[in-house]
C-alpha cells in the first residue's frame, strides 16, 4: 500500500513538473496607431516610437528605408489588417518619404516590434541628444 501511494504521489509531481517550469508567455502588449506621440529614428534600421504617456516601442527595419531621414520628412504608420491594432511586426506598414525624394514614398521591411522596458526607455530619454 506505500509503495501505491509513493508511486501516485511522485506521478502527481512529475505531471506538474512541466507546468510549474514551463515560463508563462509574456502578454502582447498592443496599441493604435493614435497612440503614438511621437518617433525617433535611431538609425537607418531603427525606429523609437513614442505610445501613450510613457511606452516606447522599437521598430527595426530589414532594410535602411530610414537611411538620410530627417525629423522634417515624413513617416507613415499604418496597421495591416482590418482591426487598427498593432500587436507586432506584422501589423505594422512603414513608410518614409524624403523631403527631396520626389515625394515617393519608400516602404519599410518591418522585422521586429519591441516594447522597451521603464529602465531602457529612460536610458535612451537620456542618450537623446
Request: aromatic share 2%; with cysteine.
Amino acid at each position: 500500500m506505500k509503495l501505491a501511494l509513493v508511486l501516485v504521489g511522485a506521478a502527481a509531481l512529475a505531471a506538474a513538473a512541466p507546468a510549474l517550469a514551463a515560463p508563462k508567455a509574456a502578454a502582447k502588449a498592443c496599441f493604435r496607431t493614435a497612440d503614438i506621440g511621437n518617433h525617433t529614428v535611431g538609425d537607418n534600421h531603427t525606429l523609437y516610437l513614442n505610445v501613450g504617456s510613457k511606452d516606447v516601442y522599437r521598430v527595426t527595419m530589414r532594410n535602411t528605408c530610414l537611411g538620410g531621414v530627417q525629423s522634417t520628412d515624413a513617416i507613415e504608420l499604418n496597421t495591416l489588417g482590418a482591426s487598427g491594432i498593432i500587436c507586432e511586426a506584422a501589423d505594422l506598414d512603414v513608410r518614409t518619404t524624403l523631403a527631396g525624394g520626389g515625394g515617393l514614398p519608400a516602404r519599410c521591411l518591418v522585422d521586429e516590434l519591441t516594447k522597451l522596458t521603464p529602465g531602457e526607455a529612460a536610458a535612451r530619454r537620456k542618450a537623446k541628444p
